[in-house]
């Protein structure tokens, strides 16, 4: 998106320097990376980067404004409310695809948020190995607000294991080590020290938990850095399912970020927003009138992950085929532009804008990124299969 680099790295691209890239970054964990990674960083000049920014500080007003949590109060599903909530999510991602106006000018547009976490040590790891094999220019950095690979995983260790103990800390996921971004959760053992544990895997006696250390020392749980999803809790085996019910329990645990927050910052938040950069979102179930133009919306449902259930070719009839639209909403539909060059035709982009909240901070802040790059109908994997210069990649903003 900045011509002058653009050109340089395409110029200068190989397939050679590509897989000597991807070997690098699997060097760390071989085998982990399950998911493509891009040939290319995404450029970002100033001007794009002060419009992203300017549009999530303007989503953190609302998300610090007094009566959040009111206007949020039905957007957690009571089958899954746990209790101790925190004051405020420690970590939330904004999602933005990259789009251009009527003036033919760059410009973000929102497509969701969670108040949850994405994969913040992988992509610090991604941006050191990608300076290794790529010339990036010096002005150019993955990270916000003065931050650098040191800084940015100091604040990282800070925030997940707060005033304990490393090993008394653990990031809990189901069957972790099956999952597609088991790649981070290795990652941020090797950079905070804390343990991957599995739901199945939790001892619990009374209102503690505990685990089993790779050493074999049986350990109180202080504090969870919590990666599980419980949409994707209800899609697992009935075993898995009764083992997830005692985090619903009154236990004796710090959370990092509380899994409420995965529901207060979601699509669910969307309709309380008004900036140029986010677009008009509505509670289906609130809709006196459809719009004229319904094939320039999406219909989303409230809960669901990774994707699962969106509607993008928008009928009448897919609107009345919907039994709970108190669970859904109606977005005006995002065109991503085609603005990354590569040698097989353009490619769209998306950028994951990263913040950090410390506690007893006012606000949380924008810390780093990550970007996907696609060809297909929609982000993704499974929308992108035999496509090249696609997949996860990282975002390098002028600063």
């Known amino acids: 998106m900045v011509p002058g680099i653009r050109q340089s790295f395409n110029a200068q691209f190989s397939e050679a320097q590509y897989q000597a890239y ?41 998300i610090t404004q007094f009566n959040f949590n009111t206007l949020t109060a039905h957007a957690i599903p009571a089958n899954v409310r746990v209790p101790n909530e925190t004051g405020h999510s420690h970590f939330i991602a904004f999602d933005f695809g990259i789009c251009t106006n009527e003036a033919g000018e760059m410009e973000p547009q929102l497509i969701e948020m969670q108040g949850f976490p994405t994969l913040f040590a992988y992509q610090a790891w991604m941006d050191m190995v990608a300076r290794r094999h790529f010339a990036i220019p010096a002005h150019y950095s993955t990270y916000f607000n003065g931050l650098d690979h040191n800084s940015y995983i100091g604040l990282l260790k800070e925030i997940i294991v707060g005033h304990h103990q490393p090993e008394e800390v653990v990031l809990l996921e189901i069957l972790p080590h099956e999952q597609k971004t088991k790649i981070d959760f290795y990652c941020t053992a090797d950079y905070t020290g804390i343990s991957i544990v599995c739901l199945t895997e939790l001892i619990q006696e009374g209102n503690r938990l505990y685990y089993t250390h790779p050493d074999g020392r049986k350990i109180r749980i202080k504090r969870i850095y919590n990666r599980i999803i419980f949409d994707d809790l209800q899609q697992q085996s009935a075993a898995i399912q009764e083992k997830g019910k005692l985090l619903l329990e009154e236990l004796d645990v710090e959370w990092v970020p509380h899994p409420n927050w995965f529901y207060r910052i979601s699509k669910y938040t969307l309709p309380f927003i008004r900036h140029p950069y986010v677009p008009e979102t509505r509670f289906l179930n609130e809709i006196q009138q459809l719009p004229d133009d319904l094939e320039n919306y999406v219909l989303k449902p409230l809960f669901s992950f990774a994707g699962q259930g969106v509607v993008i ?14 669970n859904w909403i109606l977005q005006r539909k995002v065109t991503y532009a085609d603005v990354i060059v590569t040698p097989d035709g353009p490619a769209k982009a998306e950028i994951r804008i990263f913040y950090f909240w410390k506690d007893g901070e006012a606000r949380p802040i924008a810390t780093n990124n990550l970007a996907r790059l696609s060809k297909g109908k929609m982000i993704g994997v499974r929308y992108n299969q035999d496509k090249t210069w696609v997949g996860g990649s990282l975002a390098y903003f002028e600063q």
Do not use: M, W, Y
Not at 36 to 51: G, I, M, N, S
Not at 314 to 326: G, K, L
């Open 22 to 62: 991807l070997n690098d970054l699997n060097s760390k964990h071989p085998g982990a990376i399950e998911f493509r990674v891009a040939e290319t960083p995404v450029f970002l000049d100033k001007v794009f980067r002060e419009k992203v920014l300017a549009a999530c500080e303007s989503i953190v007003d609302v």
């Open 313 to 326: 070719d928008v009928t009448p009839a897919d609107i009345e085929a919907v039994t709970d639209p108190e």
